[in-house]
């Protein structure tokens, strides 16, 4: 099973809310599930688009971008609309991820399985990276 977690914020802060959700990632990883981490803009200031935390945790960040983030009240639209972007980036990564564990499975069965994505588009090659 895999699942995406939209969280409004994330390990390294401490917080009641970074620590409780770090421990349903780690019972849903002791089920076997595979979890993917967004944090919102309200994360703050990261070092990566993608960052990995203690050295298991990868969370996917989403920056500050938007002109409203100056703004009170349309701050919490900025955050809305940063986060539908980044999302929809996310949103074909893991595609991308799903769509290699399949091809995978296709290599493993089928003696002549031959892939329709360019071998710079496959998630093996380029999420190593």
Do not use: C
């Amino acid at each position: 099973m895999r699942i995406l977690h939209i969280l409004d914020h994330s390990i390294p802060l401490h917080s009641g809310y970074t620590f409780r959700t770090l421990s349903i990632l780690k019972q849903q990883r002791a089920l076997g599930w595979e979890t993917f981490h967004l944090t919102s803009p309200k994360q703050g200031a990261y070092s990566a688009a993608e960052e990995t935390v203690d050295g298991e945790w990868r969370f996917f960040r989403t920056p500050q971008k938007h002109w409203m983030n100056r703004i009170p009240v349309l701050n919490q639209l900025a955050v809305i609309a940063n986060l539908t972007q980044r999302l929809e980036q996310l949103g074909w990564m893991l595609f991308l991820k799903i769509f290699d564990d399949r091809e995978k499975e296709l290599e493993l069965v089928q003696d002549n399985y031959r892939s329709p994505l360019p071998k710079a588009l496959r998630w093996r090659v380029w999420w190593i990276a």
